[in-house]
């Protein structure tokens, strides 16, 4: 009996205690550091304050993938809404692995590459899910000219399963 | 002890404070307040090109307005001879009247008809001598 106690506190602990779900809806809230500049020169400051309401669907087994598409909202010194989109490859014992683009709209304009490590565990029905995101901005009005943005974001995520 | 998950939090926290208490320089321009921009990681002042009072590189206020583009309607009068003017001819009603291109359906009065020419003149039209009595 305590053997099956520990198994089953094990599984839930690694996600693998329930069947993958065929999707997932997620709010996210990230903050981190953000590098830039151009030839000769770099500044550090903190990022903004990145919200994001999105969710996910399979679309690939084995290896399991899913594609991901949300809102992004910047806020804190700034409001700017946007989008992301990409793909997200479950690796299992809890970890994903997320890459695709991330792009704010208005009022003003940036994008680039997004890629993530996601670690999740359940906690009771929803899952929590620990992001590091790295996102390289290249273009946009927000950019001065002929520099780029390197953002280094620690989030927090509630997932919520849609079978 | 490095790869505890506690030491990297702190670590990160302990970046994120340190960071946000130094100086905060610009990496975009939604970084700086409105009305400046961000260059070389500072912001500084922009101008907005559309406004009629902007600084000029001598420094000067420039007066609302610029002379050479708002002139008033009637400034094509001025470039009509006076001869001209005191035999009625007036101007156009705005340049653009002017530059258009003209409509290729309408025809002046001056241009020459299709019609094939005929020996024959029975009718008296304005555009020719009346007929000569024999």
């Given at each position: 009996m305590r053997w099956r106690i520990v198994a089953l506190a094990l599984g839930v602990a690694s996600g693998t205690?329930?069947?993958?779900?065929l999707g997932a809806a997620e709010v996210r809230v990230a903050y981190g550091l953000a590098s830039g500049g151009g030839a000769g020169h770099a500044a550090l400051r903190t990022s903004p304050l990145v919200l994001a309401v999105g969710g996910n669907l399979a679309?690939?087994?084995?290896?399991?993938v899913h594609a991901y598409a949300g809102l992004v909202v910047e806020t804190l010194d700034r409001t700017g809404a946007g989008g992301e989109a990409g793909a997200m490859l479950v690796?299992?014992?809890?970890l994903r692995v997320r890459a695709g683009i991330v792009a704010i709209a208005e009022p003003y304009t940036i994008w680039g590459g997004s890629a993530a490590a996601v670690m999740c565990r359940r906690a009771g029905g929803p899952e929590v899910c620990g992001h590091l995101t790295g996102n390289v901005l290249v273009g946009?009005?927000?950019?001065?000219?002929g520099n780029a943005a390197l953002q280094l974001l620690v989030g927090v995520a509630m997932s919520f399963d849609v079978r | 002890m490095c790869g505890d998950p506690r030491s990297l939090l702190a670590w990160a926290a302990a970046a994120l404070l340190a960071c946000a208490a130094c100086d905060r320089p610009c990496v975009?321009?939604?970084?700086?307040?409105?009305g400046s921009a961000c260059h070389l990681g500072a912001c500084l002042a922009t101008v907005d090109?559309?406004?009629?009072a902007a600084v000029d590189p001598d420094g000067a206020l420039e007066p609302e307005g610029d002379a050479a583009v708002d002139?008033?309607?009637?400034?094509?009068?001025?470039?009509?001879?006076d001869a001209l003017l005191d035999a009625g001819v007036d101007a156009p009603a705005d340049a653009q009247a002017v530059d258009a291109a003209p409509d290729a359906e309408a025809t002046p009065p001056w241009a020459p008809s299709d019609e094939p020419l005929t020996d024959e003149v029975t009718t008296w039209r304005p555009s020719l001598p009346p007929p000569l009595q024999p």
């Open positions: 205690a329930r069947a993958d779900a679309v690939h087994d084995q290896p399991r690796a299992g014992q809890g946009g009005t927000d950019l001065p000219a | 975009r321009d939604s970084d700086c307040a409105p090109e559309g406004d009629d002139a008033p309607d009637d400034a094509p009068d001025a470039a009509i001879p």
